[in-house]
Structure formats: structure tokens, C-alpha cells
């Protein structure tokens, strides 16, 4: 009669063994997910609205403005110079409705002395609370000390919490044990040409395969060899590999 007993301790057994196994695998810590999880959007993020739709253009006296779909300043121009402000500063100021939260910081200029009329053009960085936004710049155009024309792509944020909740090396490690090298094989910097920022701001979906888009927080990571995953962006809320490109030109 003990022979039934022992078995049915065995089976109890095991079976606690199974639960406790799958547990384990299902649970992980600190944003951690299996080296082979694909990139949250690795079928592609769909098209931004705010390149979906028609852009605006509205005329005030001598000056011609454009906005995006989403109702952004996307450029302007002045037909009479003596109207137009003398510096990039003042224009933005003027049109596009910066709180203390964002700035515009110049990065790069250049004067046009060959041309007839010598123009100077400087290109601005777009900041929010002190943090780089992805693709967000704007190239002015001065001749005889006042703005000609300026375009570029300002993002609209509201609110984003800019404090990661994880650190550059935890992002640094997912994207390494996705792509299967050592961690060192990754780093910051080559996302945008002349600044070399992890920590940064852009534009996803609010969920896989919605057409509503916002502002994230995202950190964008580069493998320091050639792939066709050669770059990518990491949540620094959630530290979820969100999407991944190539680091080289086909």
C-alpha cells in the first residue's frame, strides 16, 4: 500500500516543479525579455499623421506660414524685410508658442558670401526640458540682418516625463542580448549628425498598429558594426526595444 503513496508524492511534486518552472520563465525584472523578442514595431511604425495629412498655409500681411497636419510650425517666410525680425530668436518667439519647457539651440552656421545678396544660415536643435528631439530643427535664413525664411519640423509636447526609468547601460544591454554581441559592441551617438545624445525624444505610436502617434522617451542606440540592425531606440520608461535600422547606406 505504499508504493500508491509514494507515487501520488511524486506526481505532486512534479507538478510544483513544472508551476514553479514556467514562472520563472514567464516572469522577468527591470524591463528584461527574451533576447530573440522581436522590436515592438519591427513590422514598421505606419505613417506619422503629421505627415499624413494636408498642410496648412495661412497668410498674415507679408507673411506666408505653414503648419504641418498636425497643426505645427512647419515654415514661413517674409515678402517685405523690413517687417521681418532680426534675429531667429524672435521669431520663434513670435510664432511658435514656446513655454519655458522648449528651446531652440544653434548648432551650425554658414555665410553665403558668393551669393549677390550674402545670405547667413543657421540651423537650431529643438530641446524639451533640457532633452535633444529626434528629427526636431529648424534651418533660418537671414540676408541684410533680418529673417528671409526658416523651416523645419517642431514637436508639440506636453507634459513628458523626462526622467528615465531605466538607465542608459540597461538599455545598452537589451539591445546587445537582441543582437546577440557583447555590450561594449553598442553605444550612443550617430542617431543625428552633430550631437551624440542617448537620451532623447520621438515620435511612435501610442500602440502597435495605431494611427495616433506621441512624443516618447526613448534612448537611440548604435552597434558599432555594420548591420541591417545596426541602430535602434529603446523605451527608457517601459525598456522595451522598440524599433531597429540599418547603420549602413544600401
Keep these: 500500500m505504499m508504493v500508491p503513496l509514494l507515487s501520488k508524492v511524486c506526481q505532486h511534486s512534479i507538478l510544483c516543479t513544472i508551476v514553479l518552472s514556467l514562472c520563472l520563465f514567464g516572469c522577468s525584472s527591470d524591463g528584461d525579455f527574451e533576447s530573440d523578442a522581436l522590436p515592438e514595431f519591427a513590422e514598421g511604425l505606419g505613417v506619422n499623421p503629421r505627415e499624413a495629412g494636408p498642410v496648412s498655409v495661412t497668410t498674415e500681411g507679408d507673411v506666408s506660414i505653414t503648419r504641418d497636419a498636425l497643426g505645427s510650425f512647419h515654415a514661413i517666410s517674409y515678402a517685405?524685410?523690413?517687417?521681418?525680425?532680426?534675429?531667429?530668436?524672435?521669431?520663434f518667439?513670435?510664432?511658435?508658442?514656446?513655454?519655458?519647457?522648449?528651446?531652440?539651440?544653434l548648432?551650425?552656421?554658414?555665410?553665403h558670401s558668393w551669393m549677390?545678396?550674402?545670405m547667413r544660415v543657421e540651423r537650431y536643435q529643438q530641446f524639451y526640458k533640457g532633452v535633444l528631439v529626434y528629427q526636431g530643427s529648424f534651418a533660418v535664413r537671414?540676408?541684410?540682418?533680418?529673417?528671409?525664411?526658416?523651416?523645419?519640423?517642431?514637436?508639440?509636447?506636453?507634459n513628458l516625463?523626462?526622467?528615465?526609468?531605466?538607465?542608459?547601460?540597461?538599455?545598452?544591454?537589451?539591445?546587445?542580448?537582441?543582437?546577440?554581441?557583447?555590450?561594449?559592441?553598442?553605444?550612443?551617438?550617430h542617431i543625428m549628425a552633430w550631437f551624440d545624445d542617448a537620451l532623447m525624444i520621438a515620435e511612435f505610436p501610442i500602440s502597435k498598429g495605431s494611427t495616433q502617434w506621441a512624443p516618447r522617451l526613448v534612448y537611440g542606440l548604435c552597434y558599432h558594426g555594420m548591420s541591417k540592425e545596426g541602430m535602434?531606440?529603446?523605451?527608457?520608461?517601459?525598456?522595451?526595444?522598440?524599433?531597429?535600422?540599418?547603420?549602413?547606406?544600401?
Design 232 to 250: 535602434c531606440f529603446v523605451d527608457a520608461h517601459t525598456g522595451r526595444l522598440l524599433l531597429t535600422w540599418p547603420n549602413y547606406v544600401d
Design 107 to 111: 548648432f551650425y552656421s554658414e555665410d
Design 142 to 158: 537671414l540676408q541684410n540682418g533680418k529673417v528671409k525664411s526658416a523651416n523645419g519640423m517642431m514637436m508639440n509636447i506636453d
Design 80 to 91: 517685405d524685410a523690413e517687417k521681418a525680425p532680426a534675429s531667429a530668436a524672435e521669431m
Design 161 to 189: 516625463d523626462v526622467r528615465p526609468t531605466v538607465s542608459e547601460q540597461k538599455a545598452l544591454e537589451t539591445y546587445a542580448k537582441y543582437l546577440k554581441v557583447p555590450t561594449d559592441a553598442v553605444g550612443a551617438g
Design 93 to 105: 518667439s513670435r510664432w511658435m508658442c514656446l513655454t519655458p519647457d522648449d528651446s531652440f539651440v
Design 116 to 118: 549677390s545678396s550674402p
